[in-house]
């Protein structure tokens, strides 16, 4: 278990610390690596691996002098190695130190003992509940619920799993990956396999076990117990080993292990951030070290939940579906990728509302129509090909032709919904990337990075901005093999991949022109125009309202000035919707500033945005206007 308990009861210490007593003190995880191995020569009794340090004390006030050192396991003074213990500061060997000091490490021993307390009892709880029926009498004739059967089942699942965690906690890549991606409330944890293992564990449970039949008790009850034998396994207690058959089965019918087990299914071992928050962790995380270890991986998730699925010897429809949803998420892993932003879909959205969203979109026209017309057009394809009719064929892949802030991005991201919706994609999510996702400085390594990207984005749409600069004169540049390899993996995934490449309009054109190879498979272009004032002015206040601010009259009249000379004095980078968005952020600001003094601070003094918080006109169109002009000559 981890010590991060320990290192909060320290960490309250230092907070209500004295600053004239700071200087005795040092805080044992902010110490460096180098420093530790010399601690460990002046104190040979510590032993580094299975205690953390949690103080060091000197009252020279030097960290090459320390007199005594606190772990999470003892206190080392002066060739001595003392157990923690409240009364321990009265031992004569910390009579010399000042009596406000020792009063000081009273109160963090006090802290320390109670959370020792407190974790032990976290612990062993669990397994605890189980041992309560150790004398009692068993009955060896008796038909059991949690049978020998699935108890040997489980056993073996159980070593298999052991056996796995022993190794990758060996492999320092693996640690090092995990408590990067990670998100950590507190420096001092350090996460190993097995909490990566029982997050997944606990991940398929949830996902499987809402379609078992809760009216079959005897298959609800195996269901739970395997929830529970794995948490205590992974935590190094094997229930199985250490009590009878009979003690299992009545204890798995008490009150008691009902509420563990709703304990354990809500339990978060650690935060994943958005990146990992939907995905099965243990093989993201193998894939990405491309560990031997991997396939073991996916295959014990996945007989987890086949287990959990077909308890009770039968699997509906819906389980069958859930479970190749869970093998597949099993066997091909989102991993994050450098310069490369995935965007999933929800699954409760319609075709209709993917419409309505693109209907919505303030300006773009000529997009919108164009998106309907291919919408249309591919609804007939699908129904000739229904009717068993000769299809056109149908090249999916686009450009999007304009500067940059005019929308691309969010319509690559419908027009991707629009292909699921309508049989053409299985999943229709989107990945974006440019230059950087797709090339690398070595030789050899750009083929590889598209090949990850390609395979990230299968059954989606792979959205390219800036596609141009994958083209360079310079045949020795790695975009050109970039391009190569793209189109390489276009013709092989023609039915599942669809890729839409984006940019300045005259770039676009060259790009596409560059190769013999683009001009074949892109035949669909869009272009995407500047934004007219009336329009920035609409995103403008579409900010607004999203954000609970209102745009009073004067003030909005002097924002139509500044996007009217913006538009007409614009480059061909003008930012468009970002420069709206970027002057919303400046304005609020202002506004903040305008009223911070006020009082009192009423709703519509907090909301209202007016003439006074929107910057000088002309101050502003030169700003934004110069640069766009270093942006252009960067």
Do not use: W
């Not at 009861?9 to 003190?25: N, P, R, V, W, Y």
């Not at 006090?110 to 150790?134: G, H, I, M, Q, R």
């Not at 190749?324 to 990728?337: A, C, G, Y």
């Not at 189109?487 to 995934?493: G, I, R, S, V």
């Amino acid at each position: 278990m981890t010590n991060r308990k320990y290192h909060k009861a320290t960490d309250q210490f230092f907070a209500k610390l004295d600053q004239k007593h700071k200087a005795s003190f040092f805080k044992g995880k902010s110490i460096n690596p180098l420093k530790i191995l010399s601690i460990t020569e002046a104190f040979p009794s510590l032993k580094i691996k299975d205690e953390d340090l949690l103080l060091l004390y000197s009252l020279k006030e030097s960290i090459d002098e320390l007199d005594f050192i606190i772990t999470t396991q003892h206190i080392h003074i002066a060739g001595a190695t003392l157990s923690l213990d409240k009364d321990i500061f009265k031992d004569v060997k910390f009579s010399a130190f000042p009596k406000v000091h020792i009063s000081l490490l009273d109160g963090l021993m006090e802290d320390l003992l109670l959370t020792k307390k407190d974790e032990k009892k976290t612990l062993a709880d669990f397994t605890n509940k189980f041992k309560d029926f150790v004398n009692q009498k068993e009955d060896v004739a008796k038909d059991y619920d949690v049978d020998y059967e699935f108890l040997q089942i489980l056993k073996n699942e159980g070593e298999k799993i052991q056996n796995l965690a022993e190794d990758l906690n060996n492999n320092k890549r693996f640690s090092n990956t995990i408590n990067a991606i990670v998100h950590k409330t507190d420096d001092a944890i350090e996460f190993k396999a097995e909490h990566v293992i029982l997050q997944d564990i606990i991940k398929v449970f949830n996902m499987i076990y809402p379609l078992t039949d809760k009216e079959n008790t005897v298959a609800d009850a195996k269901v739970k117990f395997l929830l529970a034998f794995m948490f205590e396994k992974l935590q190094g207690n094997d229930i199985i080993a250490s009590l009878s058959i009979e003690r299992i089965n009545k204890f798995v019918q008490s009150e008691k292990f009902e509420e563990n087990i709703e304990i354990i299914k809500t339990a978060s071992l650690f935060d994943l951030g958005e990146d990992y928050k939907n995905e099965f962790l243990l093989p993201s995380l193998l894939k990405r070290l491309d560990s031997q270890h991997f396939a073991n991986s996916a295959s014990f998730l996945y007989r987890i939940a086949s287990l959990i699925a077909k308890v009770d010897d039968t699997i509906s429809e819906e389980e069958k579906t859930l479970l190749k949803k869970v093998n597949d998420k099993l066997q091909h892993p989102k991993e994050k990728l450098e310069g490369v932003k995935q965007t999933e879909i929800d699954e409760n959205e319609t075709l209709d509302d993917v419409m309505d969203e693109l209907n919505e979109l303030i300006g773009l026209d000529n997009i919108k129509t164009a998106v309907k017309e291919l919408s249309n057009f591919l609804k007939v394809q699908k129904l000739r090909e229904e009717k068993g009719l000769k299809n056109v064929n149908n090249s999916l892949h686009s450009v999007f032709m304009g500067p940059p802030g005019t929308g691309k991005t969010t319509v690559a991201r419908l027009v991707s919904k629009i292909y699921r919706h309508l049989g053409y994609l299985e999943k229709g999510h989107l990945v974006e990337t440019d230059r950087t996702g797709m090339v690398a400085g070595y030789v050899g390594q750009t083929a590889l990075k598209v090949e990850e990207l390609i395979k990230t984005s299968l059954d989606g749409v792979l959205f390219i901005d800036e596609a141009y600069s994958l083209a360079k004169d310079n045949k020795k540049d790695f975009g050109n093999e970039a391009v190569e390899v793209l189109l390489k993996k276009m013709e092989d995934h023609r039915d599942q991949l669809v890729v839409i490449v984006a940019g300045y309009p005259d770039e676009m054109e060259e790009f596409i022109e560059s190769n013999p190879g683009l001009q074949s498979r892109f035949n669909r272009y869009f272009t995407f125009d500047h934004y007219k004032p009336k329009e920035l002015i609409g995103i403008f206040e579409l900010f607004c309202l999203k954000n609970d601010f209102v745009l009073a009259d004067e003030a909005k009249e002097k924002l139509e000035f500044i996007f009217d000379k913006l538009y007409e004095k614009r480059h061909k980078s003008f930012g468009n919707a970002r420069v709206a968005r970027n002057l919303f952020e400046k304005i609020i600001e202002y506004q903040a500033n305008r009223i911070v003094a006020i009082t009192p601070l009423t709703e519509e003094l907090l909301k209202t945005i007016v003439e006074e918080d929107i910057p000088p006109i002309n101050q502003t169109v030169d700003d934004y206007l110069r640069f766009q002009k270093d942006e252009e000559e960067a």
